[in-house]
C-alpha cells in the first residue's frame, strides 16, 4: 500500500492492507524544539477539526505528545480511514495541501508511519465516548508485541480478543481498547489503549484477574513488549452522532 510521507510529501511503501478495509497509522514526528512542536500541533489540531466537520470517512484524526515531559520535541498522531480511498481522498484536500505548504510542516526534521490492520470483529476494539469525553487527561498508550512464532499467532488473537471483550464489559475506567495486526510484521500485534488514569490501567486493568489468564496463555510465546505512553493534544479518537472526541 502507498502512502505519503508525512514530512516530504513523497510516495513511499509501508506495508499491504486491503483497500476494502479501514487503514489506521500511527505516525511519529520529530522536531527541532518545543515552540516548533507546538506550532506543528496547532495546525494538525486545525486539520483534525475541519475532518470531524467535513470528512465522513475519517473516524480518527488526533495528535499526541509523549507522557512524562521528558522529550520536548516529538509529536505523535493516530489516524483512522474507513479504506484507502478514503485516506487518499483526505491527502488530496485543500486543508492538507495548505498544511503540506506550510511553514510548520517544513520544520518537521523526520516522521516514520507505522500502518495497523484492523481486524474485522466486534471483539477486537470498543469505545466509551459518553466517558472518553468527561475525561480531562486520558491515558494513552500504544503497545508493540512481538511473538516467537506465527503458527500460534490465531491462539494470541483469540485470548487478546477475550481480554478486550473483558475489558468492555467489567472494566468502566478502560475507556478504549483496540488490537490490530501489523502488515509488515506476522509476528507482532499492536494494541491501542485509553483508561481514565495511570492508576486504573496499573492497580485495575493490569492486575485483573483476565490479565493473568492472558499472561499464562501467551505470555511465554511473547519476545518482546514496548509501550508508547501518550498525552492528547488535539483531535479526536473517535466520531459518532453526538460529534468527535
Not at 516522521?111 to 486520558?138: E, G, K, M
Not at 500504544?142 to 511473538?147: A, C, D, E, F, V
Request: aromatic share 10%; glycine share 6%; with cysteine.
Amino acid at each position: 500500500m502507498r502512502f505519503f510521507d508525512l514530512a516530504t510529501a513523497a510516495v513511499i511503501t509501508v506495508g499491504t492492507v486491503s483497500a476494502a478495509g479501514p487503514v489506521l497509522l500511527f505516525t511519529t514526528f520529530s522536531t527541532s524544539s518545543t515552540a516548533i512542536r507546538d506550532e506543528f500541533i496547532a495546525s494538525m489540531d486545525n486539520v483534525s477539526r475541519w475532518s470531524c466537520a467535513t470528512e465522513p470517512g475519517v473516524s480518527k484524526h488526533a495528535i499526541f505528545i509523549p507522557r512524562g515531559g521528558s522529550d520536548n520535541t516529538t509529536a505523535y498522531s493516530i489516524e483512522q480511514y474507513d479504506d484507502e480511498a478514503a485516506l487518499q481522498k483526505h491527502l488530496a484536500t485543500e486543508i492538507m495541501t495548505t498544511l503540506h505548504n506550510s511553514s510548520a510542516w517544513s520544520k518537521i526534521t523526520t516522521s516514520s508511519v507505522q500502518n495497523f490492520t484492523v481486524i474485522n470483529s466486534t471483539s477486537s476494539s470498543f469505545f466509551r465516548s459518553d466517558q472518553f469525553a468527561l475525561v480531562n487527561d486520558p491515558y494513552v498508550v500504544i503497545q508493540n508485541l512481538t511473538y516467537s512464532n506465527t503458527g500460534g499467532m490465531r491462539h494470541v488473537i483469540e485470548h487478546q480478543e477475550e481480554a478486550i471483550e473483558y475489558s468492555h464489559t467489567s472494566e468502566n475506567g478502560t475507556l478504549a481498547l483496540g488490537l490490530y495486526t501489523d502488515p509488515t510484521n506476522n509476528k507482532r500485534l499492536w494494541t491501542l489503549g485509553a483508561y481514565e488514569s495511570e492508576m486504573y490501567k496499573r492497580d485495575v486493568h493490569d492486575k485483573s484477574a483476565m490479565a493473568e489468564e492472558l499472561e499464562e496463555h501467551t505470555g511465554g510465546m511473547r519476545t518482546s513488549r514496548r509501550e508508547i505512553l501518550l498525552t492528547k493534544k488535539g483531535g479526536f479518537l473517535f466520531k459518532g452522532a453526538g460529534g468527535c472526541v
